[in-house]
Each structure stands twice: as C-alpha cells, then as structure tokens.
C-alpha cells in the first residue's frame, strides 16, 4: 500500500540552535520532511525537504526508512492513482526551485500576527515561489492540498488543522500536534 506522510527529526539538546527551536515552538521537533513511500519495505521511498542553503530538494535520504532513533514518522494510506499524482506534484515543485523562507519563522514562534497574515495558495503554486517556503510549512501546503483533492483521508480533526492552519507559523511541532493531537 502507497503512504503519503511527515517525517519529524528530534531536535539535539546538545546543540543552542535546537533548543532555541524546540524552546520557541513548544516541542521536541526541529526539521520535517514530506514523503511518498510504496509498499511496507521502505524500498520505494521518497523524500523531500527545505533547507536554508538549498531551498527544495530531493531529501538526503531517499532508500530505506527514517532512523527511529532520531526520526518520527506519521504516514497515511493513499491509493496507487493518488501515489502518482502526488509524486508528480512533488516533481512539479521540485522543477521549481522553492527557495527557504526565512522571513516567516518567527511566527513559529510569535503566532500573534498570523491573522494578519495572507497565506500561501495550496492551489497555486506560484504562491509558494514568491515567498519561498519552509520544510514544517511545505508539508502542511502539501498535505492541504491532497485533502483538499480527497487523495488523502486525514482524521477529522487533523484534517480541519491542516485546513485551517495559516501555513506561515506552522512549526515542525505544531504540525506534529495538527497530524497526532497527544492522548488524553
């Protein structure tokens, strides 16, 4: 069966820039990236992920699953019809070159201003090459967007935060408690 799904890197303790992060945004997390996977042996996988010095780009790792000792993954079924539109997608946005988008970070973290703030189109993708985008922030846009186009059945609360989330301030750990809310 073909996964559509997040991967969440835990953030390091050992490094300030990971506990800024984790700090600032109420969470373990600090780095997502977007995947397709086809079949349960992680043989057909595929990555991708923004970073400030690449933009968009085919993940590092793109054979074999996430190290669970450093990676968190939240997957959800799709079709085999729904795997290959969404692959196209992710070429299509690969051909594009997204450059990061580090102008909007801080509202990870000060989420006040957010309503004041237009967020990107999922439908049009030349939205999201004017601003750029960040990895927590193509994740959320793509997984709108499959909602949106019923490739992907989220749970109903996850799907209403993926749909009313402004994608601006939408932290890797913020993303986590849209998909995943905690038990209890």
Excluded at 4 to 13: E, I, K, N, Q, Y
Excluded at 15 to 21: F, K, M, N, P, Q
Excluded at 82 to 104: F, V, W
């Amino acid at each position: 069966m073909p996964y559509v799904g997040v991967t969440f890197l835990r953030g390091d303790a050992r490094s300030l820039l990971d506990r800024v992060i984790m700090r600032s945004t109420a969470g373990p997390y600090v780095h997502t990236e977007l995947f397709l996977q086809r079949g349960d042996d992680f043989r057909y996988y595929c990555a991708v992920n923004v970073t400030p010095s690449g933009g968009l780009q085919p993940s590092g790792r793109t054979c074999g699953p996430p190290d669970p000792a450093f990676w968190d993954v939240v997957r959800f079924p799709i079709s085999p019809a729904a795997y290959a539109s969404t692959y196209a997608l992710i070429l299509q946005l690969l051909s594009m070159q997204l450059p990061y988008n580090a102008r909007d970070l801080w509202q990870c973290c000060v989420p006040a201003l957010l309503p004041y703030e237009r967020d990107l189109d999922c439908q049009r993708l030349e939205t999201w090459r004017a601003s750029g985008v960040f990895c927590s922030q193509l994740c959320l846009l793509v997984l709108r967007r499959l909602v949106l186009a019923g490739t992907v059945a989220l749970p109903p609360r996850a799907a209403a935060g993926v749909l009313g989330t402004n994608s601006r301030g939408c932290s890797p750990n913020a993303l986590r408690r849209l998909l995943l809310p905690p038990a209890g």
